[in-house]
Protein backbone atom coordinates (compact mmCIF):
# COMPACT_ATOMS: atom_id res chain seq x y z
CA UNK A 1 0.00 0.00 0.00
CA UNK A 2 1.15 3.22 -0.96
CA UNK A 3 1.21 6.11 1.76
CA UNK A 4 0.28 9.46 0.26
CA UNK A 5 1.90 12.72 2.46
CA UNK A 6 -0.26 15.37 3.42
CA UNK A 7 1.12 19.29 3.22
CA UNK A 8 -0.32 20.65 5.97
CA UNK A 9 -1.13 24.02 6.85
CA UNK A 10 2.00 26.09 9.23
CA UNK A 11 0.34 28.14 11.91
CA UNK A 12 2.20 29.41 15.07
CA UNK A 13 5.44 27.45 14.39
CA UNK A 14 3.50 24.35 13.86
CA UNK A 15 1.93 22.07 11.24
CA UNK A 16 -1.48 21.30 11.16
CA UNK A 17 -4.24 19.40 9.49
CA UNK A 18 -7.49 21.43 9.01
CA UNK A 19 -10.07 21.01 11.51
CA UNK A 20 -12.93 20.42 9.37
CA UNK A 21 -10.62 17.37 7.75
CA UNK A 22 -11.02 19.48 4.37
CA UNK A 23 -8.20 18.49 2.00
CA UNK A 24 -7.34 18.10 -1.96
CA UNK A 25 -5.06 16.98 -4.40
CA UNK A 26 -1.88 18.22 -5.86
CA UNK A 27 -1.01 16.24 -8.93
CA UNK A 28 1.77 16.53 -11.03
CA UNK A 29 1.66 18.31 -14.16
CA UNK A 30 3.74 15.88 -15.72
CA UNK A 31 2.40 12.63 -15.95
CA UNK A 32 -1.06 13.29 -13.60
CA UNK A 33 -0.05 11.71 -10.49
CA UNK A 34 -0.88 12.39 -6.96
CA UNK A 35 1.88 14.10 -5.20
CA UNK A 36 0.05 14.69 -2.17
CA UNK A 37 -3.07 15.92 -0.64
CA UNK A 38 -3.08 19.49 1.12
CA UNK A 39 -5.08 20.23 3.78
CA UNK A 40 -7.70 23.14 3.23
CA UNK A 41 -7.66 25.96 5.80
CA UNK A 42 -11.33 27.30 6.53
CA UNK A 43 -12.27 30.26 8.27
CA UNK A 44 -10.48 28.59 11.82
CA UNK A 45 -7.31 28.12 10.66
CA UNK A 46 -7.11 31.31 9.22
CA UNK A 47 -8.25 32.85 11.83
CA UNK A 48 -5.52 31.24 14.15
CA UNK A 49 -2.75 32.05 11.40
CA UNK A 50 -3.67 36.10 11.93
CA UNK A 51 -4.13 35.42 15.79
CA UNK A 52 -0.21 33.85 15.35
CA UNK A 53 0.71 36.61 13.49
CA UNK A 54 -0.72 39.38 15.75
CA UNK A 55 0.92 37.62 19.16
CA UNK A 56 4.17 37.76 17.15
CA UNK A 57 4.15 41.15 16.44
CA UNK A 58 3.39 41.97 20.53
CA UNK A 59 6.27 39.29 21.64
CA UNK A 60 10.06 39.05 20.65
CA UNK A 61 9.59 39.87 17.17
CA UNK A 62 8.27 42.94 17.61
CA UNK A 63 10.92 43.98 20.11
CA UNK A 64 13.73 42.51 18.38
CA UNK A 65 16.62 44.86 17.08
CA UNK A 66 17.24 45.09 13.44
CA UNK A 67 20.27 43.65 13.47
CA UNK A 68 19.42 40.89 14.96
CA UNK A 69 16.40 40.51 12.86
CA UNK A 70 18.87 40.94 9.51
CA UNK A 71 20.83 38.04 11.34
CA UNK A 72 17.88 36.00 10.84
CA UNK A 73 16.95 36.41 7.75
CA UNK A 74 20.51 36.00 6.12
CA UNK A 75 20.24 32.88 8.43
CA UNK A 76 17.12 32.14 6.14
CA UNK A 77 18.43 32.34 3.02
CA UNK A 78 21.53 30.16 4.20
CA UNK A 79 19.05 27.52 5.03
CA UNK A 80 17.34 27.46 2.29
CA UNK A 81 20.77 27.06 0.10
CA UNK A 82 21.79 24.49 2.62
CA UNK A 83 18.40 22.46 1.82
CA UNK A 84 18.61 23.96 -2.16
CA UNK A 85 18.26 20.26 -3.37
CA UNK A 86 14.77 19.95 -0.81
CA UNK A 87 13.26 23.31 -2.48
CA UNK A 88 14.18 22.27 -6.10
CA UNK A 89 12.31 18.62 -6.06
CA UNK A 90 9.65 20.51 -4.16
CA UNK A 91 9.26 23.02 -6.81
CA UNK A 92 10.16 20.88 -9.60
CA UNK A 93 7.43 18.29 -8.21
CA UNK A 94 5.01 21.05 -8.00
CA UNK A 95 5.51 22.76 -11.39
CA UNK A 96 6.81 20.48 -13.60
CA UNK A 97 9.73 22.81 -15.20
CA UNK A 98 12.70 21.46 -15.73
CA UNK A 99 15.01 21.40 -12.99
CA UNK A 100 17.74 23.37 -15.00
CA UNK A 101 15.58 26.72 -14.82
CA UNK A 102 14.48 25.98 -11.42
CA UNK A 103 18.26 25.45 -10.08
CA UNK A 104 19.29 28.85 -11.57
CA UNK A 105 15.92 30.78 -11.17
CA UNK A 106 13.40 29.69 -8.75
CA UNK A 107 15.77 28.42 -5.79
CA UNK A 108 18.41 30.85 -6.16
CA UNK A 109 16.04 33.89 -6.16
CA UNK A 110 14.35 32.05 -2.81
CA UNK A 111 17.41 32.47 -1.21
CA UNK A 112 18.52 36.21 -2.28
CA UNK A 113 15.02 37.62 -1.62
CA UNK A 114 15.71 36.97 1.98
CA UNK A 115 19.39 38.72 1.64
CA UNK A 116 18.54 41.57 -0.23
CA UNK A 117 15.58 42.92 1.88
CA UNK A 118 18.04 42.33 5.25
CA UNK A 119 20.86 44.49 3.35
CA UNK A 120 18.32 47.30 2.27
CA UNK A 121 16.34 47.49 6.23
CA UNK A 122 20.28 47.33 7.32
CA UNK A 123 21.67 50.28 5.41
CA UNK A 124 18.27 52.56 4.79
CA UNK A 125 18.35 55.91 6.34
CA UNK A 126 15.86 57.94 7.51
CA UNK A 127 15.11 61.57 6.87
CA UNK A 128 15.31 64.02 8.90
CA UNK A 129 14.49 68.08 8.46
CA UNK A 130 15.32 71.52 10.59
CA UNK A 131 12.60 73.94 10.83
CA UNK A 132 12.65 77.38 11.69
CA UNK A 133 9.51 79.27 14.20
CA UNK A 134 9.07 82.62 14.94
CA UNK A 135 10.80 82.53 18.57
CA UNK A 136 14.25 81.46 16.76
CA UNK A 137 14.83 78.58 18.75
CA UNK A 138 13.59 76.41 15.85
CA UNK A 139 12.50 72.50 15.94
CA UNK A 140 13.44 69.15 14.45
CA UNK A 141 11.69 66.52 12.41
CA UNK A 142 12.69 63.03 11.88
CA UNK A 143 10.70 60.09 10.28
CA UNK A 144 10.72 56.21 12.15
CA UNK A 145 9.64 53.63 10.04
CA UNK A 146 7.17 50.87 12.00
CA UNK A 147 6.16 47.74 10.09
CA UNK A 148 3.00 47.68 8.74
CA UNK A 149 1.68 44.78 10.94
CA UNK A 150 0.28 41.45 10.09
CA UNK A 151 0.63 41.37 5.82
CA UNK A 152 -1.33 38.48 3.59
CA UNK A 153 0.47 37.39 1.42
CA UNK A 154 -1.64 36.05 -2.38
CA UNK A 155 0.79 34.02 -4.74
CA UNK A 156 0.48 32.55 -7.99
CA UNK A 157 2.02 29.21 -9.21
CA UNK A 158 4.39 29.95 -12.07
CA UNK A 159 6.89 30.78 -10.38
CA UNK A 160 6.54 30.03 -6.58
CA UNK A 161 8.74 30.71 -3.96
CA UNK A 162 10.46 33.25 -6.20
CA UNK A 163 7.25 35.58 -6.24
CA UNK A 164 6.33 34.43 -2.27
CA UNK A 165 9.74 34.97 -0.66
CA UNK A 166 9.62 38.41 -3.32
CA UNK A 167 6.70 39.52 -0.62
CA UNK A 168 7.88 37.29 2.17
CA UNK A 169 11.49 38.96 2.34
CA UNK A 170 10.67 42.55 2.63
CA UNK A 171 8.01 42.20 4.65
CA UNK A 172 10.15 40.61 7.19
CA UNK A 173 13.19 42.81 6.86
CA UNK A 174 10.59 45.40 7.78
CA UNK A 175 9.65 43.82 11.06
CA UNK A 176 6.00 42.43 9.80
CA UNK A 177 4.44 39.35 10.20
CA UNK A 178 2.73 37.55 7.15
CA UNK A 179 0.29 34.76 6.35
CA UNK A 180 0.79 33.26 3.03
CA UNK A 181 -1.96 31.45 0.93
CA UNK A 182 0.08 30.22 -1.92
CA UNK A 183 -1.45 28.57 -5.15
CA UNK A 184 -3.65 25.61 -4.43
CA UNK A 185 -1.76 24.31 -7.41
CA UNK A 186 1.77 24.99 -5.96
CA UNK A 187 1.55 24.42 -2.04
CA UNK A 188 5.07 22.60 -1.37
CA UNK A 189 7.58 25.46 -1.44
CA UNK A 190 5.83 27.32 0.95
CA UNK A 191 5.09 24.48 3.57
CA UNK A 192 8.79 23.39 4.01
CA UNK A 193 9.58 27.14 4.23
CA UNK A 194 7.65 26.88 7.57
CA UNK A 195 10.57 24.14 8.07
CA UNK A 196 13.24 26.69 7.58
CA UNK A 197 11.82 29.93 9.87
CA UNK A 198 11.78 26.66 12.96
CA UNK A 199 15.25 25.44 12.32
CA UNK A 200 16.56 29.02 12.18
CA UNK A 201 14.76 30.29 15.04
CA UNK A 202 12.32 32.69 13.11
CA UNK A 203 9.86 33.03 16.52
CA UNK A 204 6.58 31.37 16.21
CA UNK A 205 3.84 33.34 14.24
CA UNK A 206 5.85 35.18 12.30
CA UNK A 207 5.35 32.84 8.99
CA UNK A 208 2.28 31.53 8.47
CA UNK A 209 1.05 29.23 5.65
CA UNK A 210 -2.57 28.63 5.30
CA UNK A 211 -3.29 26.43 1.98
CA UNK A 212 -6.73 26.20 -0.02
CA UNK A 213 -8.03 28.05 -3.10
CA UNK A 214 -9.84 31.75 -3.55
CA UNK A 215 -13.57 32.76 -3.12
CA UNK A 216 -14.91 30.57 -0.30
CA UNK A 217 -11.57 29.47 0.90
CA UNK A 218 -8.27 30.21 2.37
CA UNK A 219 -7.61 32.65 -0.43
CA UNK A 220 -10.77 35.07 0.85
CA UNK A 221 -11.11 34.18 4.18
CA UNK A 222 -7.69 35.80 4.68
CA UNK A 223 -8.21 38.72 2.30
CA UNK A 224 -10.96 40.20 4.03
CA UNK A 225 -10.01 39.21 7.50
CA UNK A 226 -10.47 42.07 9.71
CA UNK A 227 -7.08 41.79 11.66
CA UNK A 228 -4.71 41.96 8.80
CA UNK A 229 -2.92 45.31 8.12
CA UNK A 230 -2.45 44.68 4.16
CA UNK A 231 -2.37 42.54 1.56
CA UNK A 232 0.18 41.90 -1.21
CA UNK A 233 -0.86 39.81 -4.29
CA UNK A 234 0.62 38.39 -7.26
CA UNK A 235 -2.13 36.84 -9.98
CA UNK A 236 -4.86 37.62 -12.56
CA UNK A 237 -6.05 41.00 -13.29
CA UNK A 238 -9.34 39.63 -12.42
CA UNK A 239 -8.50 38.28 -8.89
CA UNK A 240 -6.98 41.78 -7.91
CA UNK A 241 -10.27 43.39 -8.54
CA UNK A 242 -11.52 40.61 -6.25
CA UNK A 243 -9.09 41.46 -3.33
CA UNK A 244 -9.50 44.82 -3.48
CA UNK A 245 -13.11 44.76 -3.15
CA UNK A 246 -12.17 42.74 0.12
CA UNK A 247 -9.19 45.19 1.10
CA UNK A 248 -11.63 48.17 1.25
CA UNK A 249 -13.68 46.55 4.23
CA UNK A 250 -11.30 48.23 6.86
CA UNK A 251 -9.26 49.94 4.23
CA UNK A 252 -6.32 47.65 3.97
CA UNK A 253 -3.20 48.72 2.01
CA UNK A 254 -2.62 46.97 -1.26
CA UNK A 255 0.50 46.44 -2.73
CA UNK A 256 -0.67 44.53 -6.29
CA UNK A 257 1.32 42.62 -9.10
CA UNK A 258 -1.06 41.95 -12.13
CA UNK A 259 -1.33 39.94 -15.39
CA UNK A 260 0.19 41.74 -18.48
CA UNK A 261 0.55 41.75 -22.47
CA UNK A 262 3.64 42.53 -22.97
CA UNK A 263 5.22 43.74 -26.03
CA UNK A 264 8.36 42.73 -28.21
CA UNK A 265 9.71 45.23 -30.07
CA UNK A 266 12.67 44.51 -32.52
CA UNK A 267 14.60 46.60 -35.05
CA UNK A 268 16.43 45.68 -38.09
CA UNK A 269 19.55 47.33 -36.85
CA UNK A 270 19.66 44.90 -33.83
CA UNK A 271 22.02 42.01 -33.41
CA UNK A 272 19.60 39.59 -35.01
CA UNK A 273 21.04 36.13 -32.79
CA UNK A 274 20.69 37.96 -29.97
CA UNK A 275 17.44 39.54 -30.41
CA UNK A 276 15.94 35.60 -31.99
CA UNK A 277 17.34 34.37 -28.56
CA UNK A 278 16.44 36.90 -25.79
CA UNK A 279 12.83 37.20 -27.84
CA UNK A 280 12.71 32.97 -28.00
CA UNK A 281 13.28 33.46 -24.09
CA UNK A 282 10.70 35.83 -23.48
CA UNK A 283 7.90 33.92 -25.13
CA UNK A 284 8.46 30.54 -24.48
CA UNK A 285 10.76 30.46 -20.77
CA UNK A 286 8.79 28.30 -17.97
CA UNK A 287 6.08 27.12 -20.84
CA UNK A 288 5.73 31.14 -21.42
CA UNK A 289 3.82 31.26 -17.96
CA UNK A 290 5.93 34.65 -16.33
CA UNK A 291 3.91 37.49 -16.24
CA UNK A 292 6.69 39.33 -18.09
CA UNK A 293 6.75 37.44 -20.56
CA UNK A 294 6.01 38.43 -24.45
CA UNK A 295 2.89 37.49 -26.06
CA UNK A 296 3.25 40.35 -28.91
CA UNK A 297 6.17 40.97 -31.10
CA UNK A 298 6.42 43.59 -33.44
CA UNK A 299 9.10 43.25 -35.81
CA UNK A 300 10.43 45.76 -38.10
CA UNK A 301 9.67 45.43 -41.49
CA UNK A 302 13.04 44.81 -43.58
CA UNK A 303 13.89 41.55 -41.12
CA UNK A 304 10.21 40.30 -40.32
CA UNK A 305 10.54 36.94 -42.60
CA UNK A 306 13.67 36.43 -41.58
CA UNK A 307 12.87 36.92 -38.15
CA UNK A 308 9.93 34.70 -37.76
CA UNK A 309 11.31 31.92 -39.70
CA UNK A 310 14.48 31.89 -36.96
CA UNK A 311 11.78 32.13 -33.89
CA UNK A 312 10.22 29.50 -35.98
CA UNK A 313 12.94 27.22 -35.09
CA UNK A 314 13.64 28.04 -32.04
CA UNK A 315 10.20 26.99 -31.04
CA UNK A 316 10.78 23.80 -32.77
CA UNK A 317 13.94 23.12 -31.50
CA UNK A 318 12.77 23.17 -27.80
CA UNK A 319 11.57 19.52 -26.76
CA UNK A 320 9.32 18.60 -24.21
CA UNK A 321 9.91 16.25 -21.63
CA UNK A 322 10.47 15.13 -17.76
CA UNK A 323 12.17 17.95 -15.65
CA UNK A 324 15.36 16.35 -14.84
CA UNK A 325 16.38 15.77 -18.61
CA UNK A 326 18.88 17.68 -18.99
CA UNK A 327 16.97 17.54 -23.26
CA UNK A 328 14.07 18.59 -22.03
CA UNK A 329 13.76 22.87 -23.38
CA UNK A 330 10.45 23.01 -22.29
CA UNK A 331 7.72 21.51 -19.32
CA UNK A 332 4.29 21.41 -19.56
CA UNK A 333 1.79 23.74 -18.29
CA UNK A 334 0.52 24.15 -14.39
CA UNK A 335 -2.68 21.93 -15.00
CA UNK A 336 -5.21 20.44 -17.28
CA UNK A 337 -7.45 23.38 -16.40
CA UNK A 338 -5.00 25.49 -17.62
CA UNK A 339 -4.15 23.57 -20.49
CA UNK A 340 -7.75 23.68 -21.86
CA UNK A 341 -7.30 27.60 -21.29
CA UNK A 342 -4.19 28.03 -23.96
CA UNK A 343 -6.17 25.53 -26.29
CA UNK A 344 -9.20 27.70 -26.45
CA UNK A 345 -7.29 30.07 -27.66
CA UNK A 346 -5.20 27.84 -30.02
CA UNK A 347 -8.72 27.41 -31.35
CA UNK A 348 -9.73 30.76 -31.29
CA UNK A 349 -6.38 32.06 -33.54
CA UNK A 350 -7.04 29.55 -35.92
CA UNK A 351 -10.88 30.26 -36.32
CA UNK A 352 -10.09 33.99 -36.50
CA UNK A 353 -8.04 32.97 -39.05
CA UNK A 354 -4.70 33.32 -38.03
CA UNK A 355 -1.62 31.84 -40.11
CA UNK A 356 -0.36 28.96 -37.71
CA UNK A 357 4.00 29.20 -38.10
CA UNK A 358 4.09 26.55 -36.01
CA UNK A 359 2.16 24.62 -33.45
CA UNK A 360 -0.94 25.02 -32.47
CA UNK A 361 -2.21 22.15 -30.71
CA UNK A 362 -0.80 19.48 -28.15
CA UNK A 363 2.56 17.16 -28.75
CA UNK A 364 2.90 13.57 -29.18
CA UNK A 365 3.98 12.16 -25.67
CA UNK A 366 5.57 9.06 -24.76
CA UNK A 367 3.35 6.86 -22.87
CA UNK A 368 4.45 7.48 -19.05
CA UNK A 369 3.71 11.36 -19.89
CA UNK A 370 0.72 11.41 -21.69
CA UNK A 371 -1.37 12.04 -18.99
CA UNK A 372 0.66 15.76 -18.55
CA UNK A 373 -0.55 19.15 -19.77
CA UNK A 374 1.79 19.45 -22.14
CA UNK A 375 1.24 22.26 -24.63
CA UNK A 376 3.35 22.89 -28.34
CA UNK A 377 5.10 26.11 -28.32
CA UNK A 378 3.49 28.39 -31.26
CA UNK A 379 3.69 31.33 -33.22
CA UNK A 380 0.90 33.04 -35.23
CA UNK A 381 0.99 35.96 -38.07
CA UNK A 382 -1.45 37.10 -39.90
CA UNK A 383 -4.14 38.59 -37.08
CA UNK A 384 -5.70 42.46 -36.75
CA UNK A 385 -5.26 44.21 -33.38
CA UNK A 386 -8.44 43.63 -32.28
CA UNK A 387 -8.25 39.77 -31.78
CA UNK A 388 -8.47 38.31 -28.65
CA UNK A 389 -5.34 36.69 -29.45
CA UNK A 390 -3.40 40.74 -29.65
CA UNK A 391 -5.60 41.73 -26.42
CA UNK A 392 -5.92 39.02 -24.15
CA UNK A 393 -3.12 37.00 -21.91
CA UNK A 394 -3.12 33.48 -22.60
CA UNK A 395 -0.38 32.60 -20.50
CA UNK A 396 1.15 30.14 -22.71
CA UNK A 397 4.23 29.34 -24.41
CA UNK A 398 2.92 31.65 -27.95
CA UNK A 399 3.13 34.96 -29.31
CA UNK A 400 1.81 36.62 -32.24
CA UNK A 401 3.79 38.62 -34.64
CA UNK A 402 3.46 41.92 -36.77
CA UNK A 403 5.25 43.64 -38.91
CA UNK A 404 6.25 47.47 -38.20
CA UNK A 405 7.26 50.39 -40.32
CA UNK A 406 8.40 52.92 -38.07
CA UNK A 407 9.20 54.24 -34.25
CA UNK A 408 5.80 55.89 -33.65
CA UNK A 409 3.89 52.75 -34.95
CA UNK A 410 6.09 50.83 -32.85
CA UNK A 411 4.94 52.44 -29.85
CA UNK A 412 1.94 53.42 -30.31
CA UNK A 413 1.34 49.47 -30.90
CA UNK A 414 3.47 48.15 -27.95
CA UNK A 415 1.27 50.73 -25.43
CA UNK A 416 -2.47 49.42 -27.69
CA UNK A 417 -3.30 47.53 -24.25
CA UNK A 418 -4.87 48.07 -20.76
CA UNK A 419 -2.06 46.33 -19.42
CA UNK A 420 1.26 47.63 -18.35
CA UNK A 421 3.98 45.21 -16.99
CA UNK A 422 6.85 44.86 -19.62
CA UNK A 423 8.46 45.91 -22.69
CA UNK A 424 11.82 44.66 -24.29
CA UNK A 425 13.30 46.38 -26.71
CA UNK A 426 15.71 44.93 -29.23
CA UNK A 427 17.96 47.68 -31.17
CA UNK A 428 21.61 48.41 -31.88
CA UNK A 429 20.92 52.32 -31.71
CA UNK A 430 20.74 53.60 -28.12
CA UNK A 431 19.80 56.55 -28.74
CA UNK A 432 16.47 55.03 -29.89
CA UNK A 433 16.64 53.09 -27.63
CA UNK A 434 16.43 55.95 -24.58
CA UNK A 435 14.04 57.86 -27.09
CA UNK A 436 11.36 55.30 -26.59
CA UNK A 437 11.86 53.33 -23.80
CA UNK A 438 10.46 56.07 -21.25
CA UNK A 439 7.14 56.37 -24.16
CA UNK A 440 6.43 52.91 -23.03
CA UNK A 441 3.74 52.81 -20.44
CA UNK A 442 5.19 49.55 -18.46
CA UNK A 443 7.02 49.38 -15.00
CA UNK A 444 10.22 47.84 -16.22
CA UNK A 445 11.37 48.56 -19.75
CA UNK A 446 14.02 45.70 -21.40
CA UNK A 447 16.93 46.97 -23.86
CA UNK A 448 18.69 44.31 -25.36
CA UNK A 449 17.94 41.79 -22.63
CA UNK A 450 15.16 40.15 -20.99
CA UNK A 451 14.56 38.70 -17.46
CA UNK A 452 17.47 41.15 -15.75
CA UNK A 453 16.58 41.76 -12.27
CA UNK A 454 18.39 43.81 -10.19
CA UNK A 455 16.42 43.97 -7.17
CA UNK A 456 17.49 47.08 -5.88
CA UNK A 457 15.27 48.68 -8.25
CA UNK A 458 11.61 49.56 -8.45
CA UNK A 459 9.20 46.46 -9.61
CA UNK A 460 5.76 46.68 -10.76
CA UNK A 461 2.97 47.32 -13.41
CA UNK A 462 1.32 50.57 -14.82
CA UNK A 463 -2.37 50.99 -16.16
CA UNK A 464 -4.16 46.82 -14.98
CA UNK A 465 -0.79 45.55 -14.49
CA UNK A 466 -0.72 46.32 -10.91
CA UNK A 467 -0.66 48.96 -7.92
CA UNK A 468 2.95 49.97 -6.29
CA UNK A 469 6.03 49.29 -6.68
CA UNK A 470 8.54 46.38 -4.77
CA UNK A 471 11.96 46.52 -4.95
CA UNK A 472 14.99 47.60 -3.25
CA UNK A 473 13.76 50.85 -0.89
CA UNK A 474 10.84 50.70 -2.57
CA UNK A 475 9.66 47.66 -1.02
CA UNK A 476 9.56 49.78 2.07
CA UNK A 477 6.99 52.00 1.14
CA UNK A 478 4.29 49.28 1.34
CA UNK A 479 6.10 47.15 4.14
CA UNK A 480 6.21 50.24 6.26
CA UNK A 481 4.74 53.35 7.74
CA UNK A 482 6.41 56.23 7.95
CA UNK A 483 5.98 58.03 11.32
CA UNK A 484 6.94 61.66 12.06
CA UNK A 485 8.44 62.97 15.25
CA UNK A 486 8.53 66.83 15.62
CA UNK A 487 10.55 68.40 18.43
CA UNK A 488 10.17 71.76 19.00
CA UNK A 489 13.45 73.04 20.85
P1 LIG B 1 -4.78 33.80 -9.83
O1 LIG B 1 -5.16 35.24 -9.75
O2 LIG B 1 -5.76 32.85 -10.37
O3 LIG B 1 -4.40 33.24 -8.38
C1 LIG B 1 -3.40 33.84 -7.60
C2 LIG B 1 -3.70 33.55 -6.13
O4 LIG B 1 -4.90 34.21 -5.75
C3 LIG B 1 -3.90 32.07 -5.81
O5 LIG B 1 -3.28 31.79 -4.58
C4 LIG B 1 -5.41 31.95 -5.70
O6 LIG B 1 -5.84 30.89 -4.89
C5 LIG B 1 -5.76 33.29 -5.07
N1 LIG B 1 -7.13 33.74 -5.29
C6 LIG B 1 -7.92 33.52 -6.35
N2 LIG B 1 -9.11 34.15 -6.19
C7 LIG B 1 -9.06 34.78 -4.99
C8 LIG B 1 -9.97 35.60 -4.27
N3 LIG B 1 -11.17 35.90 -4.74
N4 LIG B 1 -9.58 36.07 -3.07
C9 LIG B 1 -8.36 35.80 -2.57
N5 LIG B 1 -7.45 35.02 -3.21
C10 LIG B 1 -7.79 34.53 -4.42
O7 LIG B 1 -3.42 33.77 -10.64
P2 LIG B 1 -2.59 32.49 -11.11
O8 LIG B 1 -3.38 31.80 -12.17
O9 LIG B 1 -2.16 31.74 -9.92
O10 LIG B 1 -1.28 33.14 -11.77
C11 LIG B 1 -1.21 33.59 -13.09
C12 LIG B 1 -1.51 35.08 -13.19
O11 LIG B 1 -0.64 35.80 -12.34
C13 LIG B 1 -1.28 35.66 -14.56
O12 LIG B 1 -2.31 36.58 -14.84
C14 LIG B 1 0.04 36.40 -14.43
O13 LIG B 1 0.24 37.46 -15.34
C15 LIG B 1 -0.05 36.90 -13.04
N6 LIG B 1 1.28 37.17 -12.50
C16 LIG B 1 1.69 38.47 -12.37
C17 LIG B 1 2.97 38.76 -11.90
C18 LIG B 1 3.50 40.17 -11.78
O14 LIG B 1 4.58 40.35 -11.22
N7 LIG B 1 2.79 41.18 -12.27
C19 LIG B 1 3.82 37.71 -11.55
C20 LIG B 1 3.36 36.40 -11.70
C21 LIG B 1 2.09 36.14 -12.17
O1 LIG C 1 11.73 39.09 -10.53
C1 LIG C 1 10.82 39.45 -9.78
O2 LIG C 1 11.02 40.04 -8.71
C2 LIG C 1 9.43 39.21 -10.17
N1 LIG C 1 8.50 39.70 -9.34
C3 LIG C 1 9.16 38.51 -11.28
C4 LIG C 1 7.86 38.25 -11.76
C5 LIG C 1 7.68 37.31 -12.70
C6 LIG C 1 6.37 36.99 -13.15
O3 LIG C 1 5.99 35.88 -13.50
Same mark, same amino acid.
Given at each position: ????T?? =???????????R????????????????????????????????????A?A??????????????? !??? @???????????????????????? =????????R? @??????? @??V????????????? &???????????????????V?????????????????A =?????????? &???????????? +???????????????????? /?????G???????????????????? /?????????????????????????????D???????????????????????????????????????????????????????? &???????????????????????????????????????????? @??????? &??????????S????????????H?????S???????? %???? !?????????????????????????I??? %???????????????????? +??????????? !?????????? =?
Amino acid at each position: MTMTTQT =LNFINGDFLPARSGKIFENRSPVDGRLLAMVAEAGEPEVDAAVRAARAALAGPWGRMAIAERVDLL !YAV @ANEINRRFEDFLSAEVADTGKPAS =LARHLDIPRG @AANFKIF @ADVVKNVPTEFFEMST &PDGKGAINYAVRVPKGVVAVVCPWNLPLLLMTWKVGPA =LACGNAVVVK &PSEETPSTATLL +GEVMNAVGVPKGVYNVVHGF /GPGSAGEFLTRHPGIDAVTFTGETRT /GMAIMKAAAEGVKAVSFELGGKNAGIVFADCDFDAAVDGIGRAVFANCGQVCLGTERVYVERPIFDKFVAALKLKAEAMKPGRPED &PATGIGPLISREHQNKVLSYYRKAAEEGATVVTGGGVPNMEAGV @AGGSWIQ &PTLWTGLPETSVIVREEIFGPCAHLRAFDSEDEAVGLA %NDTP !YGLATTIWTGNLSRAHRIAPKIEVGICWV %NSWFLRDLRTPFGGSKQSGI +GREGGVHSLEF !YTELRNVCIK =L
